[in-house]
């Protein structure tokens, strides 16, 4: 009987699309905190401009993570942020819960508009 010896291939890691990029600048911004529950992205273009409207929810649990969407919440509609071939040319928070008790926890609804940088 054969058996086949040969190490398998290295599996090939994901490409990283401008939404990856996306959800980890908006963690970043948020000092590492914070999960990703819901992102939605639609295409948008105007008469000289194409991208995407991206719509992203963000929960953050305990002190130190809310801290940090407080953060996210104040920097974000004048963050500058650096993504490969895309320029972020608004960005609001469209919403904001913030629950204290039984713990801290915040969720933030951002909408984010990235527009090809050509």
């Known amino acids: 009987m054969f058996v086949d010896t ?14 990856d990029r996306l959800r980890e600048a908006l963690v970043a911004l948020a000092g590492g905190h914070g999960v990703v529950l819901a992102h939605e992205e639609r295409a948008w273009a105007s008469v000289t401009f194409a991208g995407a409207r991206h719509r992203v929810t963000l929960e953050f649990a305990g002190d130190a993570a809310v ?8 920097e974000l509609p004048e963050h500058e942020f650096t993504l490969p ?7 609001t ?26």
């Open 6 to 19: 040969t190490p398998p291939c290295p599996a090939r890691s994901a490409r990283r699309t401008d939404a």
């Open 85 to 91: 071939r895309q320029l972020v040319a608004d960005a």
């Open 93 to 118: 928070v469209c919403a904001v819960e913030h629950v204290l008790l039984p713990k801290p926890n915040l969720r933030v609804e951002c909408e984010l508009l990235l527009v090809e940088d050509t």
């Open 67 to 74: 801290a940090g969407g407080e953060n996210l919440i104040a």
